[in-house]
């Protein structure tokens, strides 16, 4: 499971990391279709080289031709100037595997609860993060996420 294969990669080379997106989703029994991983890591460059190198272990490639110090140090540039919130990572033999870094949030801002998958303990996003993220973002498919993500909050909120 590709999941399972990325979280464990980041925590074995110790790369704080919390999955948001489809995948944090499915994890609060939201489910919706998805490929990538969307990942959250702490914004330091010594974080952004380890993520690269684990994903290149992992046989990702930067979809964009540039180095972890590159993205780290133009960063704000790509997210204000290029809209590039995502450092996007895939195997082009599988393109199934894919993983995005989100850049423009700090893994210090959200909240993490740990869930266990095959009996590994998996860094997700809250329910409550995941719904900020999805606010901010406001696409189509995170409207939709929006309302589910609702939903949910206010089943467990009447339990």
Known sequence: MFILEVTQAFHDNQVPYVVVGGYALAFHNIVRATVDVDLIIRLKIEDFEKCEMVLNKLGLTSRI??????????????????????????????????????????L??????????????????????????????????????IVKIKEKLNEKKNS
Do not use: C, M, T
Request: glycine share 2%; charged share 35%.
């Open 108 to 145: 210090k801002e959200i909240r993490i609860k740990k869930i266990s998958l095959h009996g590994h303990k998996i860094n997700v996003a809250s329910l409550e993060d995941l719904l900020l993220l999805k606010e901010e973002a406001n696409r189509p498919q995170d409207q939709i996420d």
């Open 65 to 106: 031709p540039v180095k972890a110090k590159d993205i780290f140090k133009f960063r704000k540039e790509y997210i204000e100037n290029r809209n590039l919130i995502a450092w996007s990572f895939v195997d082009y033999k599988n393109p199934s595997r894919a993983v995005d870094i989100l850049i423009n949030h700090d």
